[in-house]
């Protein structure tokens, strides 16, 4: 069974900055588009960025220009760098594969105070 462990979530300032990972216990990036995903108390999760296989990428309204998602199939690893970070980004985040999700991982808290 493929396992995904995010990481780099913390506590950040608003307008501070934080990168998160994700990696696959297997290549199953490689060959798929993946996305990162948020959940904030009493919301549903929602996407955040998503990056197809070629590299392609697209971004939620609310981070479009902040956030950037890439990825390094060499180690099964999606990035999201979190610029400019607003008390509203908050949440935990998750990444998954973008068309058929598989199981979620535990998630990255990710905090920001105003």
């Known amino acids: 069974q493929v396992q995904l462990v995010e990481s780099g979530g913390g506590l950040v300032q608003a307008g501070g900055s934080l990168r998160l990972s994700c990696t696959a216990s297997t290549n199953i990036f490689s060959f798929n588009a993946v996305a990162w995903y948020r959940q904030a108390p009493g919301n549903q999760r929602e996407l955040v960025a998503a990056?197809?296989?070629?590299?392609?990428?697209n971004y939620a309204d609310s981070v479009k220009g902040r956030f950037t998602i890439s990825r390094d199939n060499a180690k099964n690893t999606v990035y999201l760098q979190m610029n400019s970070l607003k008390p509203e980004d908050t949440a935990v985040y998750y990444c998954?594969?973008?068309?058929?999700?598989?199981?979620w991982g535990q998630g990255t808290q990710v905090t920001v105070s105003s």
């Open positions: 998954n594969l973008r068309i058929f999700p598989i199981g």
């Open positions: 990056i197809t296989s070629r590299g392609v990428t």
